[in-house]
């Protein structure tokens, strides 16, 4: 089966591909698609935001006055796909996807005019504190404290696997505000610079080379009261719409799609015993099952952009979306790992940009791809473990 679009919308992905392929830098498309551990993934990261905002496209899906360009959920999962299939660098998902839609949507006029045009402008790195030891998937029981004290709060405490907190100018954190009402009322959304006198960060060294997580400790740390987001004590609230509010990014369908058509690029190369690695019956079964749950997903997806009616609420869908999403994507990268064999043990991380010439035994596809199927590991766990968004689907879809 094979989804078609309105024409309307193929000349829209047209245009979009033209002219992603005029602005986006060869040196930098290379870096992102081998994705290798390296020093320029943050700088290329800002740059191409500083790229996509000069054209007024870095944050296509907000409101259009907050910088948006007022696209419809189509063109927008159009404009994704194609950034994906050019191997362009990601957005910062802290600041466009995460925490801008919760700032101009909860914040004050104050926190919108600082924050949103730095956001958009790609000037800032964000991190996002919630995870705290042993407050991972039971986040309401959090520990970080910030007591007010005049126009301050000092906040006190722990945060880990704070994603990319090294190279972050700013974060979001959920913290303690009230420890006297339930749990989830006493939690708020604070802002803080990372350079804060009582901020430590550590980086937590990763297997497939990177440091990307990190551990942060805040040790008297003071931020100004005023970058309290929304109310005290609605901090649960805001995470869950944040969490909630970009369901369908969740399902990495754009990603899957992309690398998928890698696994088959590798297949149609590698050979085991003369024989392609493409025309071996169970490669190809598994390579089919593989097709047929992308091509469901995507369908899926397809299904709450465009607003169908789902029997369920839709925090169940972006459950669904999860799971099925981040499930895909290590059958992917397995599928392209397991096709290269024993390369597919060679990392790339110390080659220089342009890569050497491809060679039969460091073909051009193998970069990167190793990197990415060990941190794969960890898709079923962030953003929500598989347990815990089945936990979520059976109580919202099935009442359990
Ligand atoms: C690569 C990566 C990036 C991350 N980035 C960030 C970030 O930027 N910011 C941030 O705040 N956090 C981040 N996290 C943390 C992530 O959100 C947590 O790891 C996740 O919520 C799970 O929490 P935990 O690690 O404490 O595991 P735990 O909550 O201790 O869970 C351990 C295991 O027990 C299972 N389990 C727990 N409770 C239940 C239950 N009630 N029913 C059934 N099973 C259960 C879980 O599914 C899991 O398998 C990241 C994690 C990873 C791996």
């Not at 870096?31 to 700088?43: D, L, S």
């Not at 006297?180 to 006493?186: E, F, S, T, W």
């Not at 491809?358 to 990167?368: L, R």
Request: hydrophobic share 40%.
């Amino acid at each position: 089966m094979e989804l078609r679009l309105d024409p309307d919308l193929e000349t829209f992905r047209t245009e979009v591909r033209a002219f992603i392929d005029s602005i986006l830098p060869a040196d930098m498309k290379e870096r992102q698609r081998r994705k290798v551990a390296n020093n320029a993934a943050v700088p290329d990261l800002l740059e191409w935001m500083r790229i996509l905002h000069a054209h007024g496209r870095s944050v296509p899906h907000w409101p259009q006055e907050h910088g948006g360009c007022g696209w419809t959920p189509m063109q927008l999962f159009i404009f994704n796909e194609e950034l994906y299939k050019a191997d362009a660098p990601e957005f910062d998902w802290g600041g466009t996807h995460m925490l801008g839609p919760v700032l101009y949507t909860y914040g004050s006029d104050y926190l919108k005019d600082r924050f949103l045009p730095m956001i958009r402008q790609g000037a800032t790195m964000w991190a996002q504190g919630f995870s705290e030891p042993g407050s991972g998937s039971d986040l309401a029981s959090l520990r970080t404290s910030a007591e007010r004290v005049g126009d301050t709060y000092i906040v006190n405490g722990q945060k880990i696997w704070t994603s990319g907190a090294a190279h972050a100018d700013w974060g979001f954190f959920l913290v303690r505000t009230d420890r006297n009402v339930k749990p989830q009322r006493g939690i708020s959304f604070l802002i803080v610079k990372m350079d804060t006198p009582g901020i430590t960060v550590r980086q937590i060294p990763q297997i497939n080379g990177e440091a990307h997580l990190c551990e942060v400790f805040l040790d008297n740390v003071e931020v100004p009261a005023d970058q309290l987001i929304g109310e005290p004590g609605m901090g649960w609230t805001y995470a869950k719409f944040l969490l909630e509010h970009e369901r369908t990014t969740s399902s990495f369908i754009y990603w899957s799609k992309r690398e998928l058509a890698r696994a088959k690029d590798i297949a149609l190369g590698e050979r085991v015993g003369g024989r392609r690695v493409a025309d071996d019956p169970a490669f190809r079964a598994r390579f089919a099952r593989a097709e047929a749950d992308l091509l469901a997903l995507e369908w899926s997806v397809l299904r709450v952009l465009a607003h169908e009616e789902f029997d369920a609420p839709e925090a169940a869908a972006a459950s669904v979306l999860k799971i099925r999403g981040s499930e895909l994507q290590q059958e992917v990268t397995m599928l392209q790992v397991d096709a290269m064999g024993a390369k597919s043990l060679r990392f790339f991380d110390a080659a220089p940009v342009p890569p050497p010439a491809p060679t039969d035994a460091w073909p051009d596809y193998a970069p990167g791809r190793t990197t990415v199927a060990l941190i794969n590991r960890a898709a079923t766990i962030y953003g929500g473990s598989k347990q815990i968004q089945k936990n979520i689907l059976a109580k919202l879809a099935f009442g359990i």
